[in-house]
Nanobody, 119 residues
Framework: QVQLVESGGGLVQAGGSLRLSCAASGSAFTINAMGWYRQAPGNQRELVALITSGGGTNYADSVKGRFTISRDNAKNTGYLQMNSLKPEDTGVYYC?????????????WGQGTHITVSS
């Protein structure tokens, strides 16, 4: 069984930075794409950033130039560096990954980590 565990959330002032981590644990698995979603109170969950197994990235327009997604394949860990944070970045951030566990690929989700950006 594979699990994703996020860390790094918290309270930060507008203009500040946070770094989220998403660590995959288990046995005999291979991570394909990884991504981060967020959900603000009263809103639907939305895509923040994606990174492919080859390192290609895609970002929501609202975070381009401020957030950077990366991954360390040796550690089975993904990261989201968030700079110049704004109050509208507040929400619960979820890590997701498409993971191959023989014989199939399925999507896994972390438990979510809260981020509050104060003005």
């Amino acid at each position: 069984q594979v699990q994703l565990v996020e860390s790094g959330g918290g309270l930060v002032q507008a203009g500040g930075s946070l770094r989220l981590s998403c660590a995959a644990s288990g046995s005999a698995f291979t991570i394909n794409a990884m991504g981060w979603y967020r959900q603000a109170p009263g809103n639907q969950r939305e895509l923040v950033a994606l990174i492919t197994s080859g390192g290609g990235t895609n970002y929501a327009d609202s975070v381009k130039g401020r957030f950077t997604i990366s991954r360390d394949n040796a550690k089975n860990t993904g990261y989201l560096q968030m700079n110049s944070l704004k109050p509208e970045d507040t929400g619960v951030y979820y890590c997701t990954a498409k993971i191959w566990v023989s014989p199939t690929v399925r999507e896994y989700w972390g438990q979510g980590t809260h981020i509050t950006v104060s003005s």
